[in-house]
């Protein structure tokens, strides 16, 4: 099972701010089992940003979000909702807001942090990457991960070693950057490129001692009292 | 006219006050040996406004950037100091950097750095733990007294802070990608640009001009590699991404019959059609340095 945490709500809202109607998403699979999903999560959520006067126009669940064919094919008959909203807040690991972004003509924000994969990459082998960083920063990059698919995990932008687009490390393999910049491109949003994104915090990629003591982490480990 | 401004660097002094700067890069040696980077040195005296350091270029191991610039300041010149972030994670970068600032050196020049495979070690763990922009938002922080976890300093640093930019990205994404990523560097406080070299006057034009349109108002010095060969012209098209030696460039190369004369008038020919352009030039003189002084007796 893939492990997430909730990003604090505070978090959310600010990466939210500039938007007035939001469509939920959230995974049937791995979240619910990590206890950040299902559909009362969902709809707590749904309060949540009633409440800070933000608009919902649908919530859904689908299992599994890292596989782009199945989100394809269930947001089919909810594409008003998903075309009434400004942006999309996932409710995934890494993985499901990589494949929503590819196949939704919207920002889709993260609304959790991935900690860890504990040994499997996504219930469908998709060709998203994501490093468990803890520190999910997707809807900044148009939904394609800086820190897989730029070797230098570059956060601000390219270097200069890309030729015709593809990577300096291996000609075959496209540039993380140029990627981003396609797709935020494709969504409008080429000025959050702009935005200076401070150097992340490797403490929230190891899972917390808390967190190490329950079943989630292992299911042989005592749940803590 | 002394206008009474106080200027951290002679770098610094000569942008500001409109001069055609001029920066040298050099390559320090693999393995202990200084005479090399003297020899280089002096070749450039009364020439250059600074001396470009490389930071472990190529991703190959060798004499180091900090360590160089500190000979060079010893023996009165004034360094640059380049600083990847290939090789240091954020605790050795800051660390070096008040290094530096404590060694007398005032040019910094914030690059990514080539990838580790690149190198003469490409088993070697890449660290990339800030980027460029990070790198210049940490001598911004520094230079406000603070580390990058809030701590106090004893004293602040301060630096002339420099970066680089690509006027030759092959395609519109990464054109564009250029433009913006050089925004974010000035904001985080950049002062001066070099650029990846350039051998086409055209493109750097067109370059300038754009940074016209977006009112980017920072001195740019002009890249200029010194072309050796012809072998080198084809190896960089070939290899080097964002540098286009032109065909006719080429071509003088291979059937010159002076190689040095030749190398010193297309780098002479190219610095007097750039120069009204731009606010200076950095050259790269690969091992020919003594050649130097030529190329600059022909700048009009």
Not at chain 2, 86 to 95: G, H, I, K, P, Y
Not at chain 2, 261 to 287: D, F, M, R
Request: overall charge negative; hydrophobic content about 35%; aromatic content about 6%.
């Amino acid at each position: 099972m893939i492990l997430t945490e909730f990003k604090p709500i505070e978090e959310i809202l600010e990466r939210l701010k500039e938007e007035k109607v939001v469509f939920i998403m959230g995974c049937g699979g791995c979240p619910e089992g990590a206890n950040t999903g299902g559909m009362e999560v969902l709809n707590d959520m749904k309060t949540k940003l009633e409440e800070n006067g933000i608009k919902v126009s649908g919530v859904i669940e689908i299992d599994f979000l890292c596989q782009k064919a199945l989100i394809r094919s269930r947001l089919k008959p909810r594409k008003q909702e998903i075309e009434a909203a400004d942006s999309v807040l996932v409710f995934s690991c890494g993985l499901g807001v990589q494949a929503s972004s590819a196949v939704i003509d919207k920002v889709c924000h993260p609304a959790l942090n991935t900690i860890t994969f504990g040994g499997i990459t996504g219930m469908w082998q998709g060709t998203e990457r994501c490093d468990t960083c803890g520190n999910c920063i997707l809807d900044l990059t148009g939904g394609i991960c800086p820190y897989t698919a730029c070797p230098k995990k570059l956060e601000n932008g390219p270097c200069a070693g890309q030729g015709n687009d593809m990577c300096e490390t291996d000609p075959q393999r496209d540039c993380g950057w140029v990627l981003i910049y396609k797709s935020l491109k494709r969504l409008g949003q080429l000025d959050r490129l702009m935005q200076f994104i401070p150097p992340r915090d490797y403490r929230k990629i190891l899972p917390s001692s808390e967190l190490r003591k329950t079943r989630l982490w292992a299911l042989d480990e005592e749940e803590a009292e | 006219m002394n206008t009474g401004k106080k200027y951290l660097s002679k770098l610094e002094k000569s942008l500001d006050e409109g001069k055609f700067a001029i920066t040298c890069e050099i390559g320090p040696p693999k393995g202990a040996d200084q005479e090399e980077i003297r020899e280089a040195a002096e070749y450039l005296k009364g020439i250059a406004d600074g001396i470009n350091v490389t930071d472990l270029q190529s991703s190959v191991m060798r004499l180091g950037s900090l360590a160089t610039c500190t000979l060079l300041k010893q023996w009165g010149y004034e360094p640059v100091f380049q600083m990847t972030t290939r090789d240091r994670n954020r605790l050795a970068l800051q660390s070096d950097l008040i290094s530096a600032y404590t060694m007398g050196i005032r040019n910094v020049l914030a690059i990514t750095g080539d990838y580790t495979t690149v190198g003469d070690h490409p088993q070697a763990e890449p660290v990339y733990d800030l980027d460029s922009v990070q790198l210049l938002w940490t001598m911004k922080t520094l230079e406000e007294g603070k580390d990058l976890s809030g701590n106090d300093l004893t004293a602040a640093p301060k630096f002339f802070k420099g970066a680089v930019v690509n006027p030759g990205a092959d395609t519109e994404a990464a054109y564009e990608l250029q433009i913006i990523k050089m925004k974010k560097k000035i904001e985080q406080g950049a002062q001066f640009f070099q650029t990846q070299a350039i051998f086409d006057a055209e493109v750097f034009k067109r370059f300038m001009d754009r940074l016209e349109k977006e009112k980017i108002d920072v001195p740019v010095l002009a890249g200029v590699i010194l072309l050796k060969s012809k072998g080198m012209a084809n190896y960089m098209n070939k290899f080097v991404p964002g540098v286009f030696v032109p065909g006719p460039l080429i071509e003088k190369m291979d059937t010159t019959g002076d190689k040095v004369a030749t190398c010193i008038e297309i780098a002479s020919g190219l610095i007097n059609e750039v120069k009204p352009y731009c606010s200076g030039t950095h050259i790269q003189a690969l091992g020919w340095e003594k050649h130097i002084p030529a190329v600059f007796a022909n700048i009009k």
